[in-house]
């Protein structure tokens, strides 16, 4: 028959665990003291904002290079089926959704044939340096 992890009968007393234990009058003093703790960095006294009245602006950088849409289907203006998509994102501030509107109203703008179908918004994250929540606006024509 197999030897089997058989559990002690019975809990190890107080007395026994504390017979083995190294008392704390017998601590070897030799030892090097601990090292201190490095001390915090002092903190710099606290400085007014002062308001200078500008305001965040989103600038876009044109592109050199305008992207043509490569889409061999002619857009249809009956009201019956999309043809094509085109995807805006903007980060969650408002002067970036504002410029979000601003750049979907322009493209329609400059798309006077196109009749929009459908169009989906959803918030997902964004992967740059960071990862941010942004909008994310399908429009379907």
């Known amino acids: 028959m197999a030897k089997e992890n058989q559990l002690p009968k019975s809990k190890p007393s107080d007395a026994d665990l504390l017979s083995d234990a190294i008392p704390i009058d017998q601590v070897d003093e030799s030892a090097e003291e601990p090292?201190?703790?490095?001390?915090?960095p002092p903190v710099p006294d606290a400085i007014d904002i002062v308001d200078s009245g500008t305001t965040r602006e989103i600038r876009r950088f044109e592109s050199k290079i305008k992207r043509e849409e490569k889409v061999g289907r002619k857009s249809n203006a009956d009201g019956?089926?999309?043809t094509r998509v085109k995807t805006f994102v903007a980060?969650?501030?408002l002067d970036a959704i504002d410029n979000m509107d601003e750049m979907i109203n322009q493209w329609l703008t400059e798309h006077p044939d196109y009749e929009v179908k459908h169009s989906t918004a959803v918030i997902g994250m964004l992967q740059g340096k960071l990862a941010e929540p942004a909008l994310f606006v399908?429009?379907?024509v």
């Open 35 to 40: 090292k201190a703790a490095p001390e915090a």
């Open 138 to 140: 399908c429009v379907w």
């Open 80 to 82: 019956h089926g999309a």
């Open 91 to 93: 980060k969650l501030r």
